[in-house]
């Protein structure tokens, strides 16, 4: 079992800035890619960013030079900073983690975080 907790969520102002950070635990040998989504009232939840084997990296159209999704192989931890927020990325947002373990694969989500971006 693999367990994903997220932090860094918060209210912030538009233009302004967040880092959220998902820290995994358990059965983890390595971590095979991982993406951040989120999900708006009344919307389906929708990827943001992924990060993937060899560290190539994914963005939705809506985030591409303003979100950055990295991660930190030795602590099992995934990020993902926020820039130049707008009001409409106001969601609760998600970490998705694939784990490999020998004889077997993870994968696993994170109970959310709020961000909220509003004057």
């Known amino acids: 079992q693999v367990q994903l907790v997220e932090s860094g969520g918060g209210l912030v102002q538009p233009g302004g800035s967040l880092r959220l950070s998902c820290a995994a635990s358990?059965?983890?040998?390595?971590?095979?890619?991982a993406g951040w989504y989120r999900q708006a009232p009344g919307k389906e939840r929708e990827l943001v960013a992924r990060?993937?084997?060899?560290?190539?990296?994914n963005y939705a159209d809506f985030v591409k030079g303003r979100f950055t999704i990295s991660r930190d192989n030795a602590k099992n931890m995934v990020y993902l900073q926020m820039n130049s927020l707008k009001p409409e990325d106001t969601a609760v947002y998600y970490c998705?983690?694939?784990?490999?373990?020998?004889?077997?694969?993870?994968?696993?989500w994170g109970q959310g975080t709020q961000v909220t971006v509003s004057s």
């Open positions: 998705n983690v694939v784990a490999y373990y020998p004889g077997t694969t993870f994968d696993s």
């Open positions: 358990g059965s983890i040998f390595s971590i095979n890619a």
């Open positions: 990060i993937n084997r060899g560290d190539s990296t």
